[in-house]
Every structure is written in structure tokens, then in C-alpha cells.
């Protein structure tokens, strides 16, 4: 019987305030996966062994890694908080556990990378988070014959007895404590993934819960120890069970209307998107999204109550993709200018308008005008419920009652018009 809390919901909302207001983060897939450079399911796509795969531990040494450039960049894009793989599935560690000898202390880098990542990013002022891997290609007792996401999936000589998966179990929980305990305050938790019968108390969920409450009260924890991204999990129910998570994490999706319980009552989440095609770095993806586009889609996701979670994969190097550091300074651009209509913001009290959408923070209304909006934007919806509209840019005012093309506007991916003293309008109980 899964422990269900007093007033999960309660506990939920307290805890997820900071990360409902901040709207933005960094995601950061980062670990040996980058020498090979064709994203982080090479060892299971090309189906390396443990040997093949030992090379990348011998040679791996980001001699250019310095997080604080990493921690700039996301700050300079208007990123709030950052959350870095510290395990990925290939089970190598970035951090220094007592627990493995398979980490980034032990190849050439020999140093504790999760350690320098939190101490600059908090530096520069943002919340940190750390993903963890439940799954785990490395372990000797984790599953391989037949799991469909090992590497070695029904190769007979990785057939292993699932009598000792306790003992993974044990060292999962062992690794998630050291980073609770030796790292100071955590803001986020990322667990990833389940699947089939790999959820809930196959981890020892309630068990490693009550532990992670015990030492980190205040922590943001996904929905992942329970079910993968928008997939299931209690989160959607009106009595989420204690692993059930703080927040649902579509992936690579905006989910068309929000995430909401089965009692249509608004949940925390936040959509994980890759900025090209792979979260590992991939050196022959060169298909990166526009700052447009991930403006419009970090729009997108505030307007249905959600967070964008905007991915990064670093190389071999240490170094962030320059095509990344372009997009994120171009939208740092933007939101420096139009920051206003995102953190803090929600869905509006007025339904999506044809030629963009809304935002909004309590009687602030932020408009929000997508480029390919054909033919004249009417605003005279508003007229009435508006006082006044100006360009969040630059202030300038519009009129509601005049029909507007997009042309109209200054050439960015869309403007926004609001100012807290132009465009407000009365409060329901006022009207
Ligand atoms: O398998 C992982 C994948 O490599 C990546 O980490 C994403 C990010 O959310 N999560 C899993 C796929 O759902």
C-alpha cells in the first residue's frame, strides 16, 4: 500500500512556487557518451559491451570543461535553474561516490564535475538540480537478458540472475544519498526513467523517498520514479502516492492543453526539449532549432502553466556546441527585454487568440503575436476588459480598437504588449 500524504496537493504547490515562478531552466546531458559524439544511447544503439565501451572511460578528459562559462551562458539566456546528468544510464558517475569506481575522479579528468557544476551555477545565481539514472547498463546487478533497454538485450553472455537486482537497488539509494548528503542544497531531483515493471517499489520508492524527504525537505522531484514523462503515474490522480513526484515531464512535447488531474485541477510541469535532435552531444546533428522557435515554445509552455527545461549537450571537450551558445544568446536577447510576460506568468483568463497567445501574472495580461499571423490581428476582443495595450519592448501604445498586422510589430519571433500600468483590467469581482 503506497503511503499517500495528508495533503499532497498542499505539500506540492508550497514546494513548487520558486520553480512555477522561475519558468526556464537548462538541461545538461553530459558524460562519456560525448567522445563517441552520436548521443547518450550509443552503448545500447550499437549495442557496445562493457569492453567496447571502456575506451571512452580511459581516454575521457574535458580539459576545456568550465562551468561557470555553462552557468553564464544559461543566465545570460534567462535560464533560472540547471539540472545536470549525474548519472546517465552508461552508469558512469560524474560525481565522486564512494560507492563506484566508474566515475569522472577516475579517468583523466580527476575531478568531482558535479561539484564544480553546482558551485558556479549557483554562483551566477541560479537553483540546481541533478538528474539521476534508475537505469543502469553498468551495474553487475542490474537486468540485461531481455530488459528492452539494455544494451545487451537478449545477448545470452549478459544473461544475469535478477536475484541480486536488490543489491542495485541498494547502491541506487546509496548514490542518491551521497548527493543529498555531500552537495549541499538541491533544488531539483530527476529521476529517469520507468517502465514495464521497473517503477514505484521496484526502486523502493516509499523507501527512498521518505530518505530523500528526510534530508532534503524542500526538493523538486519529477514524476519519474513512478511512470516516464506525461505517461501515467498517480501525479495525475487527486491522491498521488509519495514517489508520485512535484512535477509531470512531457518530453520533446508541449502536451496541446497543459497537464492537469483527473479532476481537470492544473499540475506542475515542464516540458524537456533537445535543441537539436539528441540530449548527448552528437557532432553530426546539426539540426538546431531557432531562437524563435524555442522563444515560441517557452512561450507556449508558460501560457499552459508549464516550464521549459531547454536541453544542452556539452563535447568531449567540456565545451557547450557554439550553435547552442548562439540560440541561447539570442534568446537571452529577447527575454531581457520580454522577461516580464514569462516568470511568474500562467495561462491567461481569455482563451488562445488566432494569431498568438497569452500569458499572464494577476491582472497583468501579455499578448504575445506569432509572425505568421495572416491577415489583421483584432484585439477589440479585449476592448473593455484592457485599459490600455503597449508594446512590452519599448511601451509604445496600441490602440485595441485598430486591426493589426504583425507587420505592424517590431521583427522579432512575436511581440509582446502589456506593461503593469497599461494593460490591466479590472479584477472579476471588480467588472
Ligand atoms: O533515455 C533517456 C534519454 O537519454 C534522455 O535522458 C531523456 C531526457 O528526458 N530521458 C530518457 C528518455 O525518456
Known amino acids: 500500500m503506497d503511503t499517500v500524504l495528508q495533503d499532497p496537493v498542499k505539500e506540492r504547490n508550497e514546494r513548487t512556487h520558486w520553480f ?16 563517441p559524439a552520436r548521443g547518450e544511447w550509443v552503448r545500447s544503439v550499437e549495442q557496445l559491451s562493457v569492453e567496447d565501451y571502456q575506451p571512452y572511460f580511459e581516454q ?46 577516475n579517468t583523466k579528468a580527476g575531478r568531482d564535475l558535479v561539484r564544480e557544476f553546482l558551485d558556479a551555477f549557483r554562483e551566477e545565481g541560479l537553483k540546481v538540480g541533478l538528474y539521476y539514472s534508475l537505469i543502469d547498463w553498468h551495474h553487475e546487478d542490474y537486468p540485461a537478458y531481455g530488459d528492452r533497454v539494455h544494451p545487451m538485450r537478449n545477448n545470452e553472455a549478459y544473461k544475469r540472475d535478477m536475484g541480486n ?12 544519498r ?21 517503477a514505484g517499489e521496484t526502486w523502493r520508492a516509499t523507501e527512498l523517498m521518505s530518505m530523500i524527504r528526510s534530508l532534503q525537505p524542500h526538493i523538486v522531484i519529477d514524476n519519474r520514479l513512478e511512470a516516464s514523462g506525461e505517461h501515467g503515474g498517480s501525479i495525475y490522480t487527486s491522491e498521488p502516492s509519495i514517489y508520485a513526484g512535484d512535477f509531470a515531464s512531457p518530453e520533446q512535447i508541449i502536451p496541446p492543453e497543459g497537464v ?15 535543441l537539436n535532435n539528441n540530449w548527448g552531444y552528437a557532432a553530426a546533428d546539426r539540426t538546431y532549432k531557432s531562437a524563435a522557435t524555442v522563444i515560441r515554445k517557452l512561450v507556449e509552455c508558460v501560457s499552459k502553466n508549464g516550464n521549459l527545461l ?51 501574472i494577476g491582472s497583468t495580461l501579455y499578448a504575445h503575436i506569432f509572425e505568421e499571423s495572416i491577415g489583421p490581428i483584432n484585439l477589440s476582443g479585449l476592448a473593455g476588459k484592457v485599459s490600455r495595450a503597449a508594446l512590452l519592448a519599448d511601451g509604445s501604445e496600441v490602440f485595441l480598437s485598430r486591426p493589426w498586422n504583425a507587420s505592424h510589430f517590431p521583427d522579432d519571433a512575436f511581440v509582446n504588449f502589456a506593461r503593469p500600468e497599461h494593460m490591466t483590467y479590472p479584477l472579476p469581482d471588480a467588472r
Open 310 to 360: 531547454l536541453n544542452v549537450g556539452p563535447n568531449a571537450r567540456g565545451e557547450i556546441p557554439q550553435e547552442s551558445l548562439d540560440i541561447l544568446a539570442e534568446v537571452g536577447n529577447w527575454i531581457a527585454l520580454n522577461g516580464d510576460s514569462i516568470y511568474g506568468c500562467s495561462q491567461a483568463d481569455f482563451p488562445k487568440p488566432e494569431w498568438g497567445r497569452y500569458t499572464q
Open 260 to 274: 492537469t488531474d483527473n479532476n481537470g485541477s492544473p499540475i506542475p510541469w515542464e516540458a524537456c526539449i533537445t
Open 20 to 35: 512555477r515562478n522561475d519558468r526556464f531552466g537548462m538541461f545538461v546531458h553530459w558524460g562519456l557518451y560525448a567522445i
Open 60 to 105: 575521457f578528459n574535458p580539459d576545456r570543461y568550465n562551468p561557470r562559462e555553462w552557468a553564464k551562458a544559461a543566465r545570460q539566456a534567462g535560464m533560472k535553474y540547471a539540472v545536470l546528468t549525474a548519472k546517465h544510464h552508461d552508469g558512469f558517475c560524474l560525481f565522486d561516490s564512494e560507492l563506484t569506481d566508474y566515475k569522472a575522479t
Open 165 to 176: 537486482f536488490h543489491r542495485y537497488v541498494d547502491y541506487l539509494h546509496g548514490q542518491v
Open 178 to 198: 551521497e548527493l543529498l548528503t555531500n552537495y549541499g542544497k538541491l533544488d531539483i531531483m530527476w529521476f529517469d526513467f520507468s517502465y514495464d515493471n521497473m
